[in-house]
């Protein structure tokens, strides 16, 4: 199936996300490769995904599973080479499947040509003016240039031994790179132009909102004077969510538009959900991811809630919306919804579990995959495009109990050892049952251990199986294609749903052309209301829908 000359594609895509070490492994050295995602092309068809966003798989020391990056134009040697990229890509193109890749701009790697020329050069130089570098305080300029942590944890700033101390607003190997330099901005519309001349359909911009900062604060603010960067609506934060990124983004969207057709972005900016329309602006990125679903609890009202600001706000911003329920950073969601729901509002459940290392609070697994089918169907009948990140699609839950020698995340080692990380997201995926390290490579090598569990969820397992996550995805998707219309949303009522909703339980919406969701949040059944079922995210008993459950019908 050719790609479509649509430019507007991206408004109500499924781009599903590639985590290229985790995804499939084609030499057996246990990290996936882009061979690898070729071979997987017919995986990804067969779904009905319209696009696939790959994360970084740039030459990295994998310090943060390669959002450290050596050299934005060219592949890592143990994923492959431009030549396999060309050929992955030609041949998701070929099967329909648009290419989105991942760019790093608030940092590179410490390994970073620009990094070690500067490191060379000196204070003061060109060369060090690209990064964040400043004096250290103290007569002997031993001490940091101010007490800010970094979000891995540990200290934002790392001596270099003259004196001069870089800032790190993520790992020590992740160096800020100055905005305010011309040679940065330079450089990265050329990577653009670079991936998109290859052919690649769109970016995924990570920490959209970092790169700008102003330090001329003298002293600079202690971390206690920092406000809550997602909690500052005037542009005022220094690190982040600035003004001046408006210019930087303009500049960028001149460069994506001078291609047929333009080029989409979608900007990760954890900032206030009010001003995350200023990146998803038609002059700049073009979108914004939205990852409220992500601190929410499986509640009809909170949902209710996140649905309409974020309708509001592509409202305001003329983008459409992204829904997101799982991504390589977060605890997946089956398990986030098989826990007690998170009554302190700080909406981190998931992780406070993994902190206990999977002990603490009771997790209820089959609860929690109910709960991820029902949310996930809801989500894709939403306007806007979805994201599904790889291993959704088999309903793997998180991975808990990773040993500590087998950790990979900085987060684990910042904290250290007191937060786990993100790892237990990113385990090789299970292809078949019963092969060597269940199918993710020919050989038992996986970079993170595979749970002896993992075979029963394989995609060999699901594949025909009747009411599997795999075939509901596979349906759903096929469905949504058919279905999808204009990007418009009404909510039902009970009275129109037919359905006794106990306690605002129920949330049921329309779309254009007769499609209906209705969600039972409850644990309770309701009556199913009228219509033709066209799916279910569970057994439908007769003439009801179950808790925990989503339909589909036509009207
Ligand atoms: C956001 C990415 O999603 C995450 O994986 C990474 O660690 C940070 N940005 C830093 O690049």
Known sequence: MPLTPDKDWWRQAVVYQVYPRSFADSDGDGIGDLRGVTSRVEHLRRLGVDAVWLSPFYPSALADGGYDVDDYRDVDPRLGTLADFDEMLATLHDAGIRVIVDIVPNHTSNR??????????????????RYVFRDGLGPDKDQPPSDWRSTFGGPAWEPVGDG????????????????????????????????ADRGVDGFRV????????????????SAAELPILDEVVDGSHPLGDREELTEIYAG???????????????????????????????????????????????????????????????????????????????????????????????????????????AAPELDPVRGLRRARAATMLVLALPGSAYVYQGEE??????????AQDRQDPTFFRSPGHDVGRDGCRVPLPWAADAPSYGFGPTSAAHLPQPPWWGALAVDRQEGVDGSTLELYRAALRLRRELLGAEALEWLDDAAVGAAAPGGTVLAFGRPGGWVNVTNFGAEEVPLPDGEVLLASGDLGHGVLPGETTVWLRR
């Open 164 to 195: 001069q101390w870089y800032l790190h607003l993520f790992a020590v190997e992740q160096p800020d790179l100055n905005w305010d330099n011309p040679d940065v901005r330079e450089d990265f519309l050329k990577t653009l132009r670079f991936w």
């Open 252 to 358: 960028w969207r001149e460069v994506l538009d001078s291609y047929d057709p333009p080029r989409a972005a979608v900007a990760e900016a954890w900032v206030a959900p009010a001003r995350r329309h200023r990146y998803a602006r038609p002059t700049s990125l073009g979108q914004a991811f939205n990852f409220d679903l992500l601190r929410a609890n499986f509640d009809a009202r909170e949902f209710r809630e996140i649905v309409d600001r974020n309708l509001a706000a592509t409202a305001e911003s003329g983008s459409s919306n992204t829904w997101v329920l799982s991504n390589h950073d977060v605890v997946r969601h089956p398990t986030r919804y098989g826990l007690p729901d998170d009554t302190s509002g700080e909406g981190d459940v998931g992780r406070r579990w993994l902190l206990s290392g999977g």
């Open 206 to 221: 990570d920490v959209a909102h970092h790169l700008a900062k102003d330090l001329s604060a003298d002293p600079l603010p």
């Open 112 to 129: 970073h040509e620009w990094f070690r020329q500067a490191l060379e050069a000196g204070p003061g130089s060109p060369e060090r003016d």
């Open 394 to 403: 088999l309903g793997l839950p998180e991975v808990a109990d990773i040993p």
